[in-house]
């Protein structure tokens, strides 16, 4: 398996522009987690999915954020507008439902988002 | 809150050398425990995963501990190779319901020299 996908890898935009980033989880997973990466806060959970379905969202900043899962393989990320403060790294991660509850988190490459 | 705290911020030694990488949190009612590196622009990559029933797990050079009961767990890694400069984060998994709402430490930056 290729791993988790993420596209772009990198994305500048300009502030008030709309931004959509993508990820393709490992095939089989049940578990789809957005994660934000800033040097100031770390790494934080925005949401996860199970089963396409959005289970947490609570780490979603705020409105100008959401997030789809149409189908198994593909999820979005979507920030409208986008803001300068929302420049970090973004990654997506999956796991698998196992028996015994062992659920060790796979991560994509990540987007870097700059905004201007 | 769950809160994880990873001591030191930065560390720096010479190859060859055994040390010991260290995290905190604040609730012990946890699920498991992961040990990730992340290579710089690099996504994550784990290392090992503890359940709260274990005590330790070893992968080649490396041995993870987890005292629940008193918040800790530490990655030890033998013989330091400079491969092995990256940032190591901890995280944990909470024990309420089936929530998968892992919570990262800021890592330890481990440069190791040649």
């Known amino acids: 398996d290729a791993g988790v996908i993420q596209s772009p890898r990198h994305e500048v935009t300009e502030m008030g522009q709309e931004v959509t980033l993508r990820c393709k989880p490992i095939s089989g997973h049940d578990y789809l987690f957005w994660y934000r990466q800033t040097m100031m806060r770390g790494l934080e959970l925005l949401i996860y999915?199970?089963?396409?379905?959005?289970?947490?969202d609570s780490g979603m900043p705020e409105d100008r954020f959401s997030a789809k899962m149409p189908n198994a393989s593909f999820s979005t990320l979507k920030i409208q507008p986008s803001e300068p403060r929302d420049s970090a790294v973004y990654f997506c991660?999956?796991?698998?439902?196992?028996?015994?509850?062992?659920?060790?988190?796979?991560f994509g490459p990540g987007t870097r988002l700059t905004v201007l | 809150k769950q809160e994880v705290t990873q001591i030191p911020a930065a560390l720096s030694v010479p190859e060859g050398e055994n040390l010991v990488l260290n995290c905190s949190f604040t609730?012990?009612?946890?699920?498991?425990l992961q040990w990730f590196r992340q290579d710089p622009g690099k996504g994550l990559t784990s290392l090992l995963l503890i359940q709260s029933s274990q005590r330790e797990q070893t992968s080649g050079r490396l041995n993870a501990s987890l005292d629940k009961s008193s918040g800790r767990s530490t990655l030890y890694i033998a013989a330091s190779q400079p491969g092995d400069s990256a940032t190591f984060l901890c995280?944990?998994?909470?024990?309420?319901?089936?929530?998968?709402?892992?919570?990262f430490g800021k890592g330890t930056l481990l440069t190791v020299n040649p």
């Open positions: 991660a999956s796991t698998p439902r196992t028996s015994g509850g062992v659920n060790e988190q796979f």
């Open positions: 609730d012990s009612a946890i699920y498991n």
């Open positions: 995280a944990v998994r909470p024990r309420r319901g089936s929530n998968y709402k892992l919570t």
């Open positions: 999915f199970n089963n396409n379905v959005p289970i947490d």
